[in-house]
């Protein structure tokens, strides 16, 4: 069973940072390595987005919104994938979510509030 776990959400300050951090601490090194693993999220009153995505190749794709301030990054040793939010600004608030994307399915976590204000 697939267990997605979020973590690193928090309130901070317009120009702060934040990372977050995803993980499935249940599954094995060789089926994390051939994951891939996407970060979306949810303002309050719009569909959810993607954000950033890091493929089992290590290639990587970002929103236009985000792209010189965030970074995504994959650990195959420690299966955890990272977001490291720089430059925050407050239309980055909301509730991200981590996506495994594994074996043709696709999983959830529960999300991770991101609050962007002064």
């Known amino acids: 069973q697939v267990h997605v776990v979020e973590s690193g959400g928090g309130l901070v300050q317009p120009g702060g940072s934040l990372r977050l951090s995803c993980a499935d601490p249940r599954v094995i090194l060789s089926v994390f390595s051939s994951d891939t693993v996407a970060w979306h999220r949810q303002a309050p009153g719009k569909v959810r987005e993607l954000v950033a995505l890091v493929a089992s190749g290590g290639g990587t794709t970002y929103a236009d919104s985000v792209k010189g301030r965030f970074t995504i990054s994959k650990d195959n040793s420690r299966k955890r994938v990272y977001l490291q939010m720089n430059n925050l600004k407050p239309e980055d608030t909301g509730v991200y979510y981590c996506?495994?994307?594994?074996?043709?399915?696709?999983?959830w976590g529960q999300g991770t509030q991101v609050t962007v204000s002064s």
């Open positions: 996506n495994i994307g594994r074996r043709g399915s696709s999983y």
